[in-house]
């Protein structure tokens, strides 16, 4: 990494999938997270462009984080970007989208946005202006394609620059989390740390200890790192598609046939309406006509009738939201009612651990992969980890936790906090690389 040189303070953002945070310096050379909503550290990485009462000439108003998902739940008109991180490296990502009262907006002005309002709620803590800044990078933006990895990585630090950081560095998220944990520790360990968040999940084999946090260059210590493209969005779209869609006609079939059995209504919409970034893509005119001639398609009209109210009324966000709740609600074990009475009266789907292993297993065998990749890169048995560390909102399932706990039998699972651990690890590198520069 350059040695900074831009005059003005600095930061810390940890831009994640489902949730976001910034540090700032704080008395006596730490760092602190900034409140960025309702007096939390985190705030949910949620953009909201309302046009309702807004003029003809007028741009969207844009509300973030809780009040964003509040105003779309509350049915204001308007467009909700959720997972705007996963665009990063896609072909979306030089395109422009529809937000309402036609107006549209490249993509990356949406990142953009997100980053300005993290950025000025920092200065008004901080009372400067800030102009350097450390981003949190996942191992992976991109599986299996350098080229679209780095395109992401480099789309993610012009945004930032066009909102005002005159230097951007990046940090391995996992390798974040393993300074925060290390921030802690009086002996050398050999930690597998598990990020598994929104939209990643990525392992890191690093060797802390407080004999090594003096050092800034730590590529001695980071053993391996790998990951994938899997993690809590993935796991709303399996939700949503077990347990939701098919009221909707997902894997129904269509009405009998003379020359043979009925067929499989198509699929495509489903995918598009439980995947967060491409639920919008569904509500365009054409699509939406489209989807209405194939009333036909059904065996069961009660589902394209559900399924048009969804595209009709603009529901994808809204089912996703309880595909993402009903995640929660049984990561510990737990088990939920879904209540789906805005598609029609009285209907409702169930889900509990079990009925989540099974829609989530391929992806939780992916993951599990990822970490005995990162130990084999390593070189480093599986017996020979000290502390499986986890961080990420996605640890809170409990199965994925115990399937990568086996995969380390000796390393004691240690629990960091599921929102800021990155945040806060990227505090603690941008402190010591800023300082280092001063110095």
Known sequence: MTAPSAPGAFCAIDFGTSNSAIAVPAAGGAMRLVAVEDGQPTMPTAVFYQVEGRAAHEAPLRLYGRAALAAYIEGHEGRLMRSMKSVLGSPLADQRTEVGAGHAVPYLDVVGGYLQHLKELAEREAGAPLTRAVLGRPVYFVDDDPARDAQAQAALEAAARAVGFAEVSFQYEPIAAALDYESRLDTEQLVLVADIGGGTSDFSLVRVGPRRRVHLDRRDDILANHGVHVAGTDFDRQVELATILPTCGYRGLGPPRPDGPPREVPSRVYFDLATWHLVNTVYSVPRVLELRRMRSFYGDPRQHARLMKVVEQHLGHALLGQAEDAKIAVAEGGTTEIDLRRLEAGLAARLDEAGAVHALDPELDRIVAAARETLRAAGVAADEVDVLY??????????????????????????????????????????????????
């Open 390 to 439: 986890l961080t990420g909102g996605s640890t809170g399932f409990a199965p994925l936790v115990r399937r990568i706990a086996d995969a380390v039998p000796r390393a004691t699972p240690i629990a960091g906090d599921r929102h800021a651990s990155v945040a806060q690890g990227l505090g603690v590198h941008a402190q010591r690389l800023h300082a280092r520069a001063r110095g």
